[in-house]
């Protein structure tokens, strides 16, 4: 058993034996949707390497006392909250209805209402770009929480690493000597530092045009 199955089986086990609302135990006991695993194996648990604060099925309420489900609820405590939901693209995407297309829309305006942070996924990218959507992810858990660097970082290159895991694309080194205050030279020898240490990595370019972001692996 990988270890991916092995901390997902623990973590569905622990979700429905411990959940009190027979509504929700019931959704969760018929299992998670094919996307949503393919979401968990692919990013989420690559990226993360846990899934602490992660919560399946989670049951929202909308304005007129109904009961919807998110695929995924980020709640790592306090008053945040972040959803994830993933996107489908077959014939039920394709062809979907004005009535079906509203209420997407609603859904996401009194999530937006009720303070989540909303992120869809289109399975399409799961399957086509898994090292973007952990670039993501990470950048979504960055919202929430303080992120823990290395000790023996220095300040500014602590702050480079925190700095590439908020920002949701690669970054230029012009950028990082901008959010810094430092000259260009000095956010480009605090760069190299950080991918020697393979906290970073180059995404493209090279010489003097390279862009940056957070390892996952």
Partial sequence: MSRFDQAFEEWMHTSITQEQNHRRREILEKGLGHGTIEFLRSVWFPAVKNFDHLQPEWEVRDFHNGYRYLDLAYIPGGDVKGGIEIQ????????????RFKDLCWRHCLLALDDWLFLPIAYLSITDEPKRCQQLVLSFIGKFISTDVPEQLAWLEAETLRYAIRLLR??????????????DPHARRILHKLVELQLLFVISGNQRYRTYGLRTQ
């Fill in 88 to 99: 489908g693209y077959g014939p039920h995407a394709r062809d979907l209805d004005v009535r």
């Fill in 170 to 183: 690669p970054f230029t080194p012009q950028e990082l000597a901008t959010h810094l205050r430092v000259t």
